[in-house]
């Protein structure tokens, strides 16, 4: 394990790198998720048309499919993505797709009496949506969209095609250049494990703060 050891200042860096990207993709992947749900439950029959075709296409192709298809396939329309920017578009415009079904769901979920109690009192549209009905769907989802954004965590290893180097990338460098394999990966592994258990943690700790809405 020495040689771990004096190569971990590289394999932190491949960590950073992810967390970047999760943390990243998980935002602009959460705003796309609630523009979706929003869309297929209250937009013109034609905006739920196209919401309901991305949602059936990005969860019907597999992401790394998507993410060279970011990378690769846009350069045929002269766009020219750098690795980390293309990584982070693909996976955020997957896990939003997820992510939007999960919100559809929370929001349905709330009972409509507390829609028209809010109008009754005077609320707009808008603040009942920001007031009452989002943080309690939110609520309702973090059990499940939590497993989405743990799920997409392990994920970013699939950016490593596109050259992006994330922590299995700097794994892989590492093991090019000194053909020595499993001290390498069981360290990710448990990098991984740690970064996933960190994310379930503060998960848990937004569930219980938003539980005030409940």
Same mark, same amino acid.
């Given at each position: 394990m020495d040689i771990v050891i004096d190569h971990l200042p590289f394999l932190f860096q491949g960590a950073y790198y992810t967390l970047l990207i999760?943390?990243?993709?998980?935002?602009?992947?959460? /705003?796309i998720a609630?523009?979706?749900?929003?869309?297929r439950l209250k937009g013109a029959p034609p905006i739920r048309w196209i919401a309901r075709a991305y949602v059936s296409i990005i969860r019907g192709t597999p992401?790394?499919?998507?993410?060279?298809i970011v990378y690769y396939g846009l350069v045929d329309f002269g766009i020219r993505l750098q690795p980390l920017?293309?990584?982070? /578009?693909?996976?955020? /415009?997957?896990?939003g797709a997820y992510l939007s079904e999960t919100l559809r769901g929370a929001l349905q979920s709330i009972p409509k009496g507390q829609m028209e109690a809010?109008?009754?009192?005077?609320l707009t549209p808008v603040q009942t949506m920001r007031r009452i009905i989002f943080p309690q769907a939110i609520r309702i989802a973090i059990p499940p969209a939590?497993?989405?954004? /743990?799920?997409?965590?392990?994920?970013?290893?699939?950016?490593?095609?596109?050259?992006?180097?994330?922590?299995?990338?700097?794994?892989q460098l590492l093991i090019a250049q000194y053909y020595?394999?499993?001290?390498?990966?069981?360290?990710?592994?448990?990098m991984y494990w740690i970064m996933s258990t960190g994310f379930s943690f503060l998960l848990e700790r937004w569930e219980k703060k938003l539980s005030i809405y409940v």
């Amino acid at each position: 394990m020495d040689i771990v050891i004096d190569h971990l200042p590289f394999l932190f860096q491949g960590a950073y790198y992810t967390l970047l990207i999760t943390v990243i993709s998980m935002l602009f992947g959460s /705003i796309i998720a609630a523009i979706v749900a929003v869309a297929r439950l209250k937009g013109a029959p034609p905006i739920r048309w196209i919401a309901r075709a991305y949602v059936s296409i990005i969860r019907g192709t597999p992401t790394l499919v998507q993410i060279i298809i970011v990378y690769y396939g846009l350069v045929d329309f002269g766009i020219r993505l750098q690795p980390l920017p293309a990584a982070i /578009i693909a996976l955020s /415009i997957s896990i939003g797709a997820y992510l939007s079904e999960t919100l559809r769901g929370a929001l349905q979920s709330i009972p409509k009496g507390q829609m028209e109690a809010a109008y009754a009192s005077g609320l707009t549209p808008v603040q009942t949506m920001r007031r009452i009905i989002f943080p309690q769907a939110i609520r309702i989802a973090i059990p499940p969209a939590g497993n989405t954004f /743990i799920g997409m965590l392990k994920e970013t290893s699939l950016v490593s095609v596109i050259t992006v180097t994330e922590l299995l990338r700097s794994a892989q460098l590492l093991i090019a250049q000194y053909y020595v394999y499993m001290p390498f990966y069981l360290s990710i592994a448990l990098m991984y494990w740690i970064m996933s258990t960190g994310f379930s943690f503060l998960l848990e700790r937004w569930e219980k703060k938003l539980s005030i809405y409940v």
